[in-house]
């Protein structure tokens, strides 16, 4: 399948994406859509594995994670290549009994999820989405909706509020309520109520809000693409298109997108569950391969831990360290930090910088100011479960959980060809010794 994917198509193959994404369950949807469109073999939790040489696979959880792999034809010795990255972003989550009437307005409680910039979700087209829990007779059907509407949160006026442009604090429980409607009827309630079909009753739901607003390429020279959820859409994403798109010559490649890395990745699919660690043991066992052998393969496996960092801003350049901040187009980057809050390490950075030497393509380096608190991501989560050399890269962007963020239109085609030649490497881990071919 290689060059399956060309490099000029990506971006508008992800602002399609994108535009389709309205949460991790929508997300998920579309990349099962283009496994299964490019030949990839649904493999089941609850069911035994049989794998074969040559052939590709992914296993779902929850319809929220997932895990694609490609097995070469020929596999001497078992050994993993890894790109992990997360399905979910900061949302507005909807309550369970949202419905508030108030001087004639129809509006919906809701919660935060995940560190966002509030400010950014009031005034903007909104829309909702997620997916809803049917009863019908003694079974469960789940499916996703995306409602036909927009809502909105509005701001209080300037002139009712003096003090909005002086670091007004937001309440979530009384500033974040979005207009649905007009009126006393629950307009809420008879929304849900349009998508059962026959005899259905609604049991549950898991619904948030969302950025209607377009994904689309800006810049006087089309040098950016501004979209909501590019932290992590655009990880989860171009790793899957750039294992699509390679050749296993040697070692099983993996793409993992987990969920709930925004609130700590500690549910049953997240970067703190069982789901790599297990299903590298049930992979290795279907093709032959002894626990021991796994141990021994988990030392020579190489994982990326992708998600986005933070560029330089135009505006507030002193939020970043002077000698190690990374710009807009100017390549992917690694991430570093002391207190290993990211997986880089020396061994793991030379591993990736040897792999982009090779295909020519430029890196940058990030280390937050040493008088700052930074983020954290999945990667050094991820390895508790299982231990593999890893190193922390991610695309550059501004305005990181805000509604509406910026990255730069050529790091995600650098970010594809990077991820798909490590897939296509044959990597060679011998303690603190590397050989890449």
Request: glycine share 6%; proline share 3%; aromatic share 8%.
């Amino acid at each position: 399948m290689e060059n399956k994917i060309k490099e000029e198509s990506i971006n508008k193959l992800l602002l399609d994406l994108f535009n389709n994404s309205y949460n991790e369950y929508f997300a998920i949807s579309n990349i099962k859509k283009l496994l299964d469109e490019n030949g990839f073999i649904c493999l089941l939790e609850n069911e035994k594995y049989e794998i074969s040489l040559g052939k590709s696979y992914y296993i779902l959880r929850d319809g929220s994670s997932i895990i694609a792999f490609k097995v070469p034809e020929k596999l001497d010795e078992l050994y993993f290549k890894i790109v992990a990255s997360h399905s979910d972003s900061p949302v507005l989550k909807i309550k369970e009994n949202p419905t508030v009437i108030e001087n004639g307005y129809n509006k919906l409680k809701v919660e935060k999820y995940g560190g966002m910039i509030v400010s950014s979700w009031l005034d903007k087209p909104l829309g909702i989405a997620g997916r809803v829990c049917y009863k019908n007779g003694n079974a469960i059907t789940t499916r996703l909706v995306n409602f036909p509407t927009n809502l909105i949160i509005p701001n209080v006026a300037i002139h009712q509020n003096r003090d909005i442009n002086n670091g007004f604090i937001y309440n979530p429980q009384i500033d974040l309520l979005p207009i649905l409607g007009l009126g006393n009827n629950d307009l809420f309630k008879e929304l849900l109520d349009s998508t059962r079909k026959n005899e259905e009753e609604i049991l549950s739901y898991d619904l948030n809000l969302y950025n209607k607003e377009k994904a689309v390429l800006g810049g006087i020279n089309n040098e950016f693409i501004y979209s909501p959820k590019e932290d992590n859409l655009v990880s989860a994403y171009i790793s899957i298109l750039s294992l699509v798109s390679s050749i296993s010559y040697d070692g099983i490649s993996l793409g993992v997108v987990f969920n709930n890395e925004e609130v700590g990745s500690s549910s049953l699919n997240g970067a703190d569950s069982d789901f790599l660690a297990t299903n590298l043991k049930r992979i290795s066992k279907s093709l032959g391969f002894s626990n021991d052998e796994l141990s021994r393969a988990l030392v020579k496996s190489y994982l990326v831990s992708l998600d986005n960092a933070h560029a330089i801003h135009p505006n507030h350049p002193e939020m970043s360290d002077n000698k190690n901040n990374c710009l807009i187009n100017e390549g992917v980057v690694i991430k570093h930090n002391s207190n290993m809050l990211y997986t880089s390490e020396a061994i793991s950075s030379a591993i990736i910088k040897l792999i982009a030497s090779k295909e020519n393509i430029s890196l940058q380096t990030f280390f937050n100011r040493a008088d700052a608190r930074g983020g954290s991501t999945l990667g050094n989560i991820s390895l508790t479960h299982v231990s593999i050399r890893s190193v922390d890269l991610g695309i550059p962007q501004l305005a990181m959980h805000s509604n509406y963020e910026v990255m730069g239109s050529k790091d995600t085609i650098n970010a594809y060809k990077l991820l798909k030649a490590l897939f296509n490497s044959k990597i060679k881990i011998e303690g603190e010794n590397v050989t890449i071919i």
